[in-house]
C-alpha cells in the first residue's frame, strides 16, 4: 500500500508532504526524480562552455577541401609535412628565448622540444571536435609577441614567476572565450592595431642585434650577408613572385640564408657533428626540469597584458579560417572563436606547465592553408601528430 501511494504523489509534492504531519513518516523517502538533477547540470554545464556546433558551409571556388570534409590520406600526409615545416621555421623564437633565459646545449634542446609539444597538442586541439576546439586547420606557433615580455619577467623574477605568470594568463585567455561577445567593444581596431604594432616594434633592437652580430660581440659582415640574403629573398617571394608561391616565402628566405651560411663557414662541419652526437631518441625532459609555478604579480601583469594582446590576434586569425571555409559567409562564427580562445588558454596553461614560451595561432599557416587549397581539420590533426612525434627526435631541436 505504501508503494501504491508514494506511486500516486508527483515528485513536485514529495517535499510538501515531507513537512506535513502525518506525511513525514510515511513518504520521508520521497525524492524528486533521479534523472532531473543530472539533466540540469547538463544545462548549466552546456551555458558555460557550448558542445561544438559544426556551421553550414559551402565550399569556396579556390578551396579542395574545406573544415567537415575528409581528403585522402595521401593529401592529408602531404599538407600535414608542409604545415609542420612552416611551423618548424618559426622556432627560432624559442631558441632566442631560450638563449635569453641563460639556456644551452641539453636543456636548451630540451626547452624547444617541449615547445613543439605543447605546438603540436594545440594544433591537435584545434582540428578536434570538442568543446575546447575550434575545429578549424589551425597550426600553434611559438609567440613572438610574448617572447620579450617572457625574457625579460625570467630575467627579472625567476623562471617559476614566468611560468605563474604564463597559468594566470591562459586562465584569463580561457575566460575571454566565454565572454567574447561582451568584450568586442574593449578592443576596437584602433586599440588592438596600435598595441600589436608596438609589440612588434619590441623585436625590433634584438633582431638588429643579430642582424649585424652585436651578439657576438662586434659587427660580424658574414651576419650582414647571411641576414640580408633572408630578408632579401623573403622581400622578393613576397612581392615579385606568383601567388601560389608567396606563401612559401618564409621557407625559401631561410633557405637562402642558410645557404649563404654553409658557403662562408657560419654553418658547418661544428655544427653538424652536434646534431650528429644527439641520441636518436629522447623525452622532452631529459635535461630540463619544468619550474614549479610561483605567483608573483610583478610577473603576472606583463604576461597577462601581452596574451590579452595575443588572444584579440588570435580572433583575427578565427575570422579568417572562417571565410576560408565558406563562400556565403556573412559575419563571425562567434561561437566558434570562443571555442578557439578557450583551447587557446589551454595551450598557453600548458605552456606555463612545462615552463616554455607560450603559442599563438600561425598566420603564415592560413596562408598555405589557402595556397594548397585544402583547410579540412584531419589536416590539422596530422600537423599536430607529426609535430609532437618531432618533439622526441633531439636532432631536429
Known amino acids: 500500500m505504501e508503494q501504491i501511494a508514494h506511486a500516486s504523489i508527483p515528485a513536485r509534492a514529495c517535499g510538501d508532504l515531507r513537512g506535513t504531519a502525518g506525511g513525514g513518516t510515511m513518504l520521508g523517502h520521497c525524492w524528486p526524480r533521479t534523472d532531473e538533477t543530472p539533466m540540469n547540470w547538463r544545462k548549466h554545464f552546456d551555458r558555460v562552455l557550448p558542445p561544438f556546433v559544426d556551421a553550414k558551409r559551402e565550399r569556396p571556388r579556390d578551396m579542395l577541401y574545406i573544415a567537415q ?11 600535414g609535412i608542409q604545415h609542420m615545416l612552416v611551423a618548424l621555421m618559426l622556432l627560432i ?49 611559438p609567440d613572438p609577441f610574448t617572447m620579450m615580455a617572457f625574457i625579460a619577467v625570467t630575467n627579472a623574477h625567476g623562471p617559476s614567476a614566468a611560468a605563474g605568470g604564463l597559468l594566470a594568463g591562459g586562465i584569463v585567455v580561457f575566460g575571454l572565450g566565454r565572454f567574447l561577445p561582451r568584450l ?15 609589440l612588434g616594434m619590441s623585436l625590433i633592437p634584438g633582431g638588429v642585434e643579430r642582424a649585424i652580430g652585436l651578439d657576438r660581440g662586434g659587427i660580424a659582415p658574414t651576419s650582414i650577408l647571411i641576414a640580408a ?5 623573403l622581400v622578393a617571394v613576397s612581392v615579385w613572385s606568383r601567388p601560389r608561391l608567396r606563401v612559401l616565402a618564409l621557407i625559401i628566405g631561410a633557405a637562402a640564408g642558410m645557404l649563404v651560411a654553409v658557403l662562408t663557414g657560419d ?8 646534431v650528429a652526437i644527439q641520441p636518436p631518441l629522447s623525452l622532452p625532459i631529459s635535461n630540463y626540469t619544468p619550474p614549479t609555478p610561483t605567483w608573483v604579480p610583478a610577473a603576472i601583469i ?9 588572444a584579440v590576434d588570435a580572433v583575427g586569425c578565427g575570422v579568417v579560417i572562417d571565410k576560408m571555409n565558406n563562400e556565403k559567409w556573412r559575419r563571425p ?35 598555405l592553408a589557402h595556397m594548397t587549397g585544402v583547410a579540412a581539420r584531419r589536416a590539422g590533426t596530422m600537423t599536430g601528430l607529426l609535430l609532437i612525434a618531432l618533439a622526441c627526435l633531439p636532432q631536429i631541436a
Request: hydrophobic fraction near 50%.
Open 267 to 274: 654553418f658547418g662541419a661544428a655544427e653538424m657533428a652536434k
Open 229 to 233: 640574403t633572408t630578408l632579401g629573398s
Open 333 to 367: 562564427d562567434l561561437p566558434m572563436i570562443g571555442r578557439l580562445l578557450n583551447g587557446m588558454g589551454l595551450c598557453t596553461i600548458g605552456s606555463g606547465l612545462v615552463g616554455t614560451l607560450s603559442t599563438g595561432i600561425s598566420s603564415a599557416n592560413l596562408g
Open 69 to 79: 570534409e575528409t581528403p585522402p590520406l595521401p593529401t592529408v600526409l602531404a599538407v
Open 302 to 310: 606583463p604576461l597577462v597584458l601581452v596574451l590579452v594582446i595575443n
Open 93 to 141: 623564437y624559442v631558441v632566442i628565448a631560450g638563449k635569453g633565459i641563460g639556456l644551452a646545449d641539453a636543456p636548451l634542446r630540451d626547452f624547444v622540444s617541449l615547445s613543439v609539444v605543447v605546438m603540436g597538442l594545440g594544433t591537435l586541439l584545434n582540428s578536434l571536435t570538442t568543446r575546447f576546439s575550434a575545429g578549424h586547420l589551425l597550426v600553434y606557433i
Open 184 to 198: 568586442q567593444v574593449l578592443f576596437p581596431p584602433e586599440v588592438t592595431g596600435t598595441l600589436l604594432v608596438l
